[in-house]
C-alpha cells in the first residue's frame, strides 16, 4: 500500500490531509460519545481498548479542525465526545477539583488527565463563545494547582515512592507540559492570574531543574511543553523560555533522519519509521516557529525540518491513493496508520498529525502567522 509521499508539504496538502483525517474522527465517533480507539483496517476490525486522556487530546484536535474548516459535524461530534468524557470525570474532595484517568499506576497521569480534559474544553470555549462548562474546567485547573509543590513539580510516583518507600516506575515526562498547556488555555478564557503563575512555575521547574543540565542528546522531545512555552513567551516574554525551547528543537533535529537514511522512506522519520513520533515533533516545530516570528527571530532553520517531517506523515494517512487494497476502504480513509510496517491506526495517531499539519499549513500560508500577540498561536475566532 506504500505510495511516494508529497516532496513539499502545501497548505493545500495539509489542509486536505486535516480533512479527510477530522472525518475519520467523525465516522468512528459513536451516539454515545466513544470513539474506536484502535482499528485494525487490514482485518476491518475494531479493538476494544480504550484510553480517556487520547479521547480528550483527539477531541481537542477534532475542535482544532473545526476551528480552521468550518465544518458543522466536527463541532457537533465533538461536543458529544466532551460530553462523553465528563462523565468518566473522578471527583478530588481535597481540592473539589476533578481529573481523567487511564491507570492507577502513574501518579502524575491524573494531573496530565486533566490537563488534556483541560485543553479540549477550553479550546471549545474558545471556538464557540460559550462558558457553560466554566465551573468543570475550574475545578480541572483547581485539581491540577493542588498537585503543584512549591517548587513548581506536580507530583509524582517519584514523590508517591518517597513517602511509601515502594520503587515505582517512571513515568512519562509528557504529563507537566499537558497540564502546563492546559491552565494558560484556560487563562485565556478565564484570565485569573493564579493559572499563569502556576504555570510559570512548573515551566521554571522544567527550564531549571529537570531539563538543566540535560545535554541537547539526551534532551525529551517534548511537544507538550513545546506548546506551553510559546503561549508563556506571549505573555512574559521572559527569554529562558525561548531558549529552552530551541533546545527541545535541537534535540529533535539531531535524531531526526535526513538524506543518509537508508531508505526514501525513512528521511524525515524517527526510530523505524513511527508516525506519531514524527507528528509530535512537527507540533513541537511548528510551535517553536511562531514563537520565533513572535519574537522576532528568523525560522528558516526550522522550517525546512518541519517541512521533512511532515511530508513523511502525509504518506502514512490513507487516502484514495493508498487504500486500495484494504477491505473497508471508506472506513479507513483518513485513519493515519502507526508506522511503514504497521497499518493499525489508533485515535491518538490522528490527533497528532492532524494537529501538525494545521498548524504548519497556517504558516505555510501566511508569513505573518505568529507574530501577533494573542496569548497563543491559534487565531482568534
Not at 107 to 136: F, I, M, N, W, Y
Request: with cysteine; glycine share 6%; hydrophobic share 40%.
Amino acid at each position: 500500500g506504500m505510495v511516494v509521499h508529497p516532496p513539499q508539504p502545501t497548505p493545500e496538502l495539509l489542509l486536505a490531509a486535516v480533512r479527510r483525517a477530522a472525518d475519520y474522527l467523525v465516522r468512528i465517533l459513536n451516539a454515545q460519545g466513544q470513539y474506536v480507539y484502535l482499528y485494525h483496517p487490514v482485518e476491518d476490525r475494531d479493538d476494544r481498548m480504550y484510553g480517556m486522556l487520547r479521547h480528550a487530546g483527539t477531541t481537542y484536535a477534532l475542535l482544532e479542525a473545526y476551528e480552521e474548516l468550518s465544518v458543522p459535524a466536527y463541532l457537533a461530534k465533538a461536543e458529544v465526545a466532551l460530553t462523553y468524557m465528563a462523565a468518566h470525570m473522578h471527583d478530588d474532595a481535597s481540592s473539589q477539583g476533578k481529573y481523567i484517568l487511564d491507570t492507577n499506576d502513574e501518579e502524575q497521569q491524573k494531573v496530565g488527565g486533566a490537563g488534556l480534559a483541560l485543553v479540549a474544553l477550553s479550546k471549545h470555549a474558545a471556538v464557540t463563545g460559550k462558558r457553560d462548562q466554566l465551573e468543570l474546567m475550574r475545578a480541572l485547573a483547581r485539581f491540577i494547582m493542588k498537585q503543584q509543590y512549591p517548587d513548581g513539580h506536580f507530583r509524582s510516583n517519584a514523590d508517591v515512592g518517597a513517602e511509601t518507600g515502594k520503587k515505582l516506575k517512571r513515568e512519562p515526562v509528557y504529563y507537566v507540559g499537558e497540564a502546563t498547556l492546559a491552565l494558560l488555555r484556560l487563562y485565556a478564557v478565564d484570565p485569573q492570574q493564579a493559572y499563569v503563575d502556576a504555570a510559570r512555575r512548573a515551566a521554571d521547574w522544567i527550564v531549571q531543574v529537570r531539563d538543566a543540565y540535560v545535554s541537547e542528546d539526551n534532551q525529551e522531545h517534548d511537544h507538550w511543553m513545546s506548546y506551553a512555552l510559546n503561549d508563556l513567551y506571549r505573555l512574559t516574554h521572559q527569554d529562558s523560555y525561548v531558549e529552552h525551547a530551541y533546545k527541545i528543537a535541537h534535540a529533535i533535529q539531531k535524531k531526526q533522519r535526513g538524506a543518509d537514511a537508508p531508505a526514501p522512506d525513512l528521511v524525515g522519520t524517527f526510530y523505524d519509521g513511527a508516525t506519531t513520533p514524527a507528528a509530535t515533533r512537527v507540533e513541537a516545530y511548528d510551535a517553536d516557529i511562531v514563537m520565533t516570528r513572535f519574537a522576532g527571530k528568523p525560522d528558516d532553520w526550522l522550517l525546512g525540518p518541519a517541512r521533512e517531517c511532515a511530508a513523511t506523515t502525509l504518506g502514512q494517512q490513507f487516502d484514495p491513493d493508498n487504500d486500495y487494497w484494504l477491505p473497508n476502504r471508506e472506513k479507513a480513509q483518513g485513519g493515519v496508520r502507526e508506522s511503514l510496517y504497521v497499518n493499525d491506526v489508533e485515535i491518538d495517531y490522528v490527533q497528532h498529525a492532524l494537529s501538525a499539519w494545521l498548524h504548519l499549513a497556517r504558516i505555510l500560508r501566511d508569513p505573518a502567522y505568529g507574530r501577533t500577540g494573542v496569548p497563543s498561536e491559534d487565531p482568534v475566532r
